[in-house]
């Protein structure tokens, strides 16, 4: 019996002393965690602005649309100039409603080119939808689409237009 217990009491202490010894590595680990979070730099936003010139050419859609929307397909073709400088490719699906000013739009494009003086290409996705007055547009580079000294790029673009002149802000990090 006394060996029974002995050995209960060797196998507990030496559980406990493994816990311990575990609960001392996870300490250690925290603490350098906490000391390694303190190095990481939170990443910081850069913004470019400037102007493009976009040419929409009308192409043949697979769905037509019925009960009074008419459902579209464009190609984009746009030149940007100012802190991204080259050009664009991509396709615009729309849906206008009966109803005048309802309308919506996604699109994809692939920017090429520079942005502050950087070469690559990336991915910008376009989703919008429009309402009497009200409008909502939202422009995201699409998760790892950047390439050459692109690669890594997030960021969002917001589109003004003004007399008659097509203008971009870019909000962007690596």
């Keep these: 019996m006394r060996v029974i217990i002995s050995a209960?009491?060797?196998a507990y202490i030496g559980v406990v002393s493994l816990v311990a010894q575990d609960t001392r590595t996870v300490k250690k680990l925290a603490s350098k965690r906490s000391s390694d979070t303190k190095k990481i730099k939170e990443p910081?936003?850069?913004k470019v602005s400037g102007e493009f010139e976009v040419e929409l050419t009308p192409l043949e859609t697979y769905a037509k649309g019925e009960n009074g929307m008419v459902l579209g397909r464009m190609s984009i073709d746009k030149t940007f100039t100012g802190g991204l400088t080259g050009t664009s490719k991509g396709e615009m699906l729309t849906a206008m409603t009966s109803?005048?000013?309802s309308a919506g739009y996604t699109a994809i494009e692939q920017f090429t080119g520079s942005l502050s003086g950087?070469?690559?290409s990336f991915v910008l996705q376009h989703f919008a939808t429009m309402q009497g007055t009200e409008n909502f547009m939202r422009l995201q580079v699409v998760p790892?689409?950047?390439t050459g000294e692109l690669e890594g790029l997030s960021?969002?673009?917001i589109i003004r237009i003004g007399d008659?002149?097509?203008f971009y802000d870019f909000g962007y990090e690596f």
């Design 99 to 101: 109803v005048k000013g």
């Design 164 to 166: 008659g002149k097509h």
């Design 44 to 46: 910081k936003t850069m």
């Design 144 to 146: 790892d689409s950047g």
């Design 8 to 10: 209960i009491i060797v």
């Design 118 to 120: 950087k070469k690559g």
């Design 155 to 157: 960021g969002k673009m």
